[in-house]
């Protein structure tokens, strides 16, 4: 994919926040001192009044938002994972996932693909802190296409949600000519029927050079792309089980509370637990200081690792 358009989640989230906010004078920005990171600088450019920079105080800026919710705005809450999911847990939980209020957490910089900023701004439980709200709801896009469709459909859920974005540009994937994004809705990118490679975030282009090895080496991979971790296309999930009885999961999020544990769930649920499952993801681990791909390879975040893994159930 050395020649395909790559762009970071965290443009396209920027780029297209300032179209809505263009389209509907009900959406405001919060921001904690971080709106060039976050690329809703943009925005801010565009209608100052509406964009909020809160300074390093991200538990009072979720309070904030959550009171702009109440008086009938469309917050987007704004700033890195680590700090989003993280340090402002508490006023999240109990401010905007108690009373259910109309929130969208846009967090960027998650992930191990941060780079060089090291295991304190990197962050691998996000998704897992944000499942264990009643009513989140979690997207993690997988390029920009998906992204900027993201942007605008969480407008118009009503309730809180929860959106990952990266630093790291990815692959265009999608066409946004013929894409349509659906909170909820899994994408399946290829149909197969020997092993099923569930991937999130920017692990779906790396799922799809996987799944293009296993092909040259007679292995029938269906690819699905699982934007949504909450609520979960438990569908697609129990198809894919039923159909191929073998699951690949790939994300760049800790082992443990994210999609790989959305996807055992799942099938434990549905009386499917006999379909073999195995994750791509960080081994419960911190993450280190270094650049992207290099930490990406050293945590087995590799369509290399996915291939390894898919031949594991296969055997």
């Known amino acids: 994919m050395a020649d395909v358009k790559k762009i970071a989640t965290r443009e396209s989230y920027g780029r297209t926040l300032a179209q809505l906010g263009a389209e509907n004078e009900r959406v405001v920005v919060l921001d904690a001192d971080l709106a060039e990171s976050t690329k809703t600088c943009v925005f801010q450019a565009?209608?100052?009044?509406?964009?909020?920079?809160?300074?390093?105080?991200?538990?009072?800026m979720a309070s904030?938002?959550?009171?702009?919710?109440?008086?009938?705005?469309?917050?987007?809450?704004?700033s890195f994972a680590m700090f989003a999911a993280g340090r402002a847990y508490e006023q999240i939980r109990n401010s905007i996932g108690y009373p259910h209020l109309n929130v969208k957490i846009c967090a960027s910089h998650a992930g191990i693909s941060v780079g060089e900023d090291g295991a304190t701004h990197q962050c691998v439980e996000d998704i897992a802190l944000m499942r264990n709200i009643p009513g989140m709801v979690i997207v993690n896009p997988a390029d920009d296409t998906e992204a900027s469709q993201a942007v605008r459909a969480i407008a118009d859920w009503n309730g809180p949600v929860y959106m990952r974005l990266g630093r790291l540009a990815v692959p265009v994937i999608n066409d946004p000519e013929t894409y349509h994004f659906e909170i909820g809705k899994a994408v399946t990118l290829r149909e197969g029927k020997d092993v099923t490679i569930i991937a999130t975030g920017l692990m779906v282009a790396r799922a799809m050079e996987a799944a293009d090895q296993l092909e040259q080496q007679g292995i029938s991979v269906r690819l699905i792309n699982m934007h949504t971790i909450k609520p979960i296309d438990k569908e697609a999930i129990v198809k894919a089980a039923q159909e191929t009885g073998r699951i690949v999961t790939a994300e760049e999020h800790s082992v443990i509370g994210g999609l790989y544990s959305a996807v055992c769930e799942t099938l434990l649920e549905t009386d499917n637990g006999s379909c073999k499952v195995r994750p791509v993801a960080v081994m419960d681990q911190f993450g280190q200081s270094g650049p992207a791909e290099e930490l990406l390879t050293l945590y087995g975040l590799t369509a290399e690792n996915i291939v390894a893994k898919a031949k594991e159930v296969l055997a």
Request: charged share 15%.
């Open 46 to 60: 565009q209608f100052p009044e509406r964009h909020f920079d809160c300074g390093i105080a991200e538990g009072n």
């Open 64 to 78: 904030i938002a959550a009171g702009l919710a109440a008086a009938g705005m469309i917050p987007y809450f704004s």
